[in-house]
Every structure is written in C-alpha cells, then in structure tokens.
DNA sequence: GGACTGACAGATATTGAAATCTGTCATCTG
DNA sequence: CAGATGACAGATTTCAATATCTGTCAGTCC
C-alpha cells in the first residue's frame, strides 16, 4: 500500500470537494474538478461515494458537525449555572453563524445551497443542537432555577424561538446594527419564561 | 368621463396584475400581458406606473395590507384580556398564512418571490404588525397582567421569536404533524415570560 | 486481486442567435 | 389638452445546438 499521503481516502475526498466547492461554487462544482484536483480518475471518486450527492452531503454534514463541536463543550459545563449557560451557548451559536456568514459570504451562500439539498444532514444537526439544549434545560430543572414540564419540548421552542439568530434564512439581517439589541430582548424574554417565578 | 368600468383606473391596473400574476407566475407575467388582460396598450399601464417594479411592489402592498387587516380588529379589541388576545392573533397570523400556503401554494410563491424583490413594503407591514402586537402588550402592561419595560421591544421580540409561524421561509413546515405542538409549546413559553410573575 | 482507469450512454449545463420585453416619446384622438 | 397609442432602442429571455458532466463497467495495472 502507498504511504498515507498518497492514498485515497474518503477523508481526502471530503478535503479536496471543500477546496473544489470554495473556489468554483456549488452549481459549478463537478466530481471532475474533484478528483482532477486529486489527480485520480472520476471514476475513482465513485468509488467512495456513491453519487455526487451522497458526496456533497457528507461534505455537509462534516462542516455541520464542526458547530455541533464547539458547542458542546458549552452545554455539558457542569461548573457554571444553566442560566449562564444557556445565553453562552445561545450567543456562541449566534457568534459562530454571524461570522461564518460575515467573513465569507459565498462560502457561506455555498453551504446555504448545500443544507437545502441535503436530505437528512440538517434534520440530524438541528437534533444534535437541540439535544444539547435540552441538556442545559434538564441541569436547570434539577437546580431548581428552571421550570419545565418537558425539557425536550422546551429545548424545540428555545431553539425555534431563536431561529432569527442561527437560521441562515436571516444571514440577511445579522450585519444590521440593532441585532445585538434584538438577541438581548428575545433572551432575557425567555430565560424570564424559564425561571422558576 | 368614460363610465367607471372602463376608465382605465391603478385600483383596475392591480386586479389585472394580480390576476395575470395567478395565471402566469411570477417568472413570466410582463407588463405587456397586463396591457393585454385589460385591453389597452403597455405604455397606458406606464402612464399610472413609472416601472414594473413598482407595479409589482404595489400589488405585494395590497395583499401584505389585506393580513394587517385581518389581525387589527383582534388586536384593539378592548373587550377581551390581554393573553387571550395575543394568544389569538398569534394563532390567526399562524392560521393565515398557512390557510395561503395550503390552499394556492403556487400564488404563494409568486407573492415569495414578490417579496423578495420589493424593497420597503415587506419592511412596512412587519412594523405594522410589531405596533399591532406592541398594543396588546401595553394593553397587558397597564391591566396588570403582562410585566414589560419596553413594549415596542418586547413586541418586536415577540415577532421575532414567533418567525417560525409566520415567516414564509418556513412555509414547507407548516404542514408537519407536530407544528401545532411546537406552535403551543413556543406560546406557553413566551406568555410565561411575559407574565408578572 | 483489489484499486484504478477511461470510454460510453443518458442527463444536464452552456452558449449565442433570435425573439420578446421594458421603458420612452413623438404622435394621434375625442 | 388629457389620455392613449405604437414604434423604437437597449436589456432580457428563450431555444436549440453543442459541450460537459454523471454514473457504469469492462478492462488495466501493480
């Protein structure tokens, strides 16, 4: 077998379509330019995935799971209380898509174009962010600062209810000056539904 | 002065957009098919509008008005308590613009696309409703039911966090099975937050 | 023999010439 | 003379011919 740097994995695959999305774009992005940046045959690509869109949305789901990643760590922090908690880990996601979306917007418009083809990628990602928060929900009930009949189903309506601030559909907005204002009123309106009254 | 009927009039002008834009979508319905569907020559339709576009912006406005119409009687009417009525209009606006998205989900596109394109009216009618919602929450705020320091802020949070009913982004979930449970749960937790505790 | 190649058929995208549309305006009409 | 017309220039869209891509597979090469 050649040496590591040489073979052709399905992790090189993934690197090399990024590069291939990130300069020609996702309409025009083919497993030609792939495996011509690989310097392997298409057909050698096929061999990995076995459709071009079985390949973006691993590409998709890779850059999801980054996210899913830094925020995780936020949300098992059992040292810090839930209160505390939740806005860090709301505003980070916040923070991580604004900046995702600021400093690279075709980038971004790329994998905008990429979750929406994506069958099960997005599904399985908004599952993953809101297991995490119902987490935070849980640590809060057992402390006595939450209140909640149904972690899981508060977790849904916290992250639906902050959708303006994740959901790329509003990447539009983000760069508008009162945004941070907004964040800070649609929070503190739900920590208030949250707390123990 | 010609009878009613055939004076060429904007209101005429917009029915024959409208119904030209039902026919065609939004992609292929030009000016011209307008001039066509109302018997005259294009260059009359530009003599009462300067562009198409703001023959377009002016039938987006028509029909974002006729919703504000719906939800302002709820809105002030004084006989009822403030929660009832918020809970109220959330769900008419909900119920509103699911009953377009089912109903005609090609008309609803053409007026996505409408949208998308018109520069202040979609602006205009999210502060028409936002001042809509701000009166219920001074409504509860004077009556003593709802704590808020800031209704306009409060109002807009609660647009905002309610996006998921009413946005149109979000059209193709409003016929998931679960909508209405995710629909109560995001209620339940933003009139506890804004209760006096 | 397992990984890779490249020719191939059908599907999709590109291209440029022709058709249509937008917006203007000199002219007409009642 | 107020309102409507239709020819026109430049911009945009359509359409069909052409080129490229996707996905397969018989065959090649270590």
Redesign the pocket.
Known sequence: MAPTAE??TAERILEATEEVLRRHGP??A????V?RAL??????V??HF????ALREAVTKRWLDRTSQELSGIATDASRDPETRLRDWLATLFAAKRRKAGDDPELFATYMVLTDESGSAVADHVADLTGQLARIVESGVESGAFASPDPARTARALFQTTGRFHDPCYAGDWTRPDIETDFTAVLDLLVRGLRTS
Do not use: Q
């Open positions: 073979t052709l309409a025009k083919t497993v030609v330019d495996a310097g392997v045959s298409h057909g050698s096929y061999r076995r459709t071009k869109a």
